[in-house]
T-cell receptor, first 108, second 119 residues
Framework: GEDVEQSLFLSVREGDSSVINCTYTDSSSTYLYWYKQEPGAGLQLLTY?????DMKQDQRLTVLLNKKDKHLSLRIADTQTGDSAIYFC????????FGQGTTLQVKP | SAVISQKPSRDICQRGTSLTIQCQVDSQVTMMFWYRQQPGQSLTLIATANQGSEATYESGFVIDKFPISRPNLTFSTLTVSNMSPEDSSIYLC????????????????FGPGTRLTVL
């Protein structure tokens, strides 16, 4: 069945870049998403990428997609303490399939 | 976009009881979704609720345990029945972008979640 895998934890220093990685299994996914969940809050869509693209940049966020390897990454430039949250990647396989989430810890 | 509220935001319940979670959206939407997020886990889709029809449940979830109502286009409830400690989770309501017009890209908006603890 469909499966989305992420590393569980990432710690960076404020000002550094963060890279969160994700692998997925459904090659027919049209869109792939990155969601952010802050403590006590619901999920917020950060960005998405269409499956025929290999890169998308949105301010401090860069999404890279390697469709051959079914690998998706989210790079956050100049990471701030406010970026501390859980980041979920998700693929569409008729419905949204989420990874386990990567907890990003930003140290001052 | 859509703004979603959920009630209650959290609750602590006794084993064997039931809890009904409410989800209110500020605009009319066709599809509403209920997810469960167990501690330290990802989100798992429980069911899809369409107005005027029975909810569609995912594998591993049944109507007797998670009855859902969808009386109109802005409201839905999820009941967690005969609760056990294994039901302790965050339950999230979600809707598709009401302005998407049926495009293949369809952003989902999430409510803040209901944190349930069963003792």
């Amino acid at each position: 069945g469909e499966d989305v895998e992420q590393s569980l934890f990432l710690s960076v220093r404020e000002g550094d870049s963060s890279v969160i990685n994700c692998t997925y299994t459904d090659s027919s996914s049209t869109y792939l998403y990155w969601y952010k969940q802050e403590p006590g809050a619901g999920l917020q869509l950060l960005t998405y990428i269409f499956s025929n693209m290999d890169m998308k940049q949105d301010q401090r966020l860069t999404v890279l997609l390697n469709k051959k390897d079914k690998h998706l990454s989210l790079r956050i430039a100049d990471t701030q303490t406010g970026d501390s949250a859980i980041y979920f990647c998700a693929e569409t396989a008729g419905k949204l399939i989420f990874g386990q989430g990567t907890t990003l810890q930003v140290k001052p | 976009s859509a703004v979603i509220s959920q009630k209650p935001s959290r609750d602590i319940c006794q084993r064997g009881t039931s809890l009904t979670i409410q989800c209110q959206v500020d605009s009319q939407v066709t599809m509403m979704f209920w997810y469960r997020q167990q501690p330290g886990q990802s989100l798992t889709l429980i069911a899809t609720a369409n107005q005027g029809s029975e909810a569609t449940y995912e594998s591993g979830f049944v109507i007797d345990k998670f009855p859902i109502s969808r009386p109109n286009l802005t409201f839905s409830t999820l009941t967690v029945s005969n609760m056990s400690p294994e039901d302790s989770s965050i339950y999230l309501c979600s809707v598709e972008d009401p302005t998407s017009g049926g495009s293949s890209y369809n952003e989902q908006f999430f409510g803040p979640g209901t944190r349930l603890t069963v003792l």
